[in-house]
């Protein structure tokens, strides 16, 4: 995902007619920051639930996909505010999976089919 937003970040900012965003250039920093956060997180607990998981990845593609929006609006030569509900909810998704940290563990046990 990082490599494919940086690519087509580059293109689209090369087909922008001068204009730039450092929204748009730096768009991949999110899942790339957010993904290792995520692996350091896993390797000191392994055993977390699906719901942290899930709360992290919307948390990420929230945050994202706010940032994707303020670049294709400040390339277009605009400026808007319509992008700070994106991080609102972004953060509160990242909040909440970081609580769910403490409150829900997958506790896997084997099953004995012999």
Known sequence: MTVFLFIGSRIYESF???????????????????GLIFSIIQLLIPNLSRI??????????????????????????RYTTLDLPYYYVGAIFLILSLISLFFIRSVWTKSNNS
């Open 16 to 34: 922008s007619f001068g204009e730039t965003s450092l929204f748009m250039h730096y768009l991949f920093l999110v899942p790339l920051i957010g």
């Open 52 to 77: 942290t998981f899930n709360l992290w990845n919307s948390g990420l593609a929230t945050l994202t996909v706010g940032m994707l929006y303020r670049g294709i609006v400040n390339l277009s030569g």
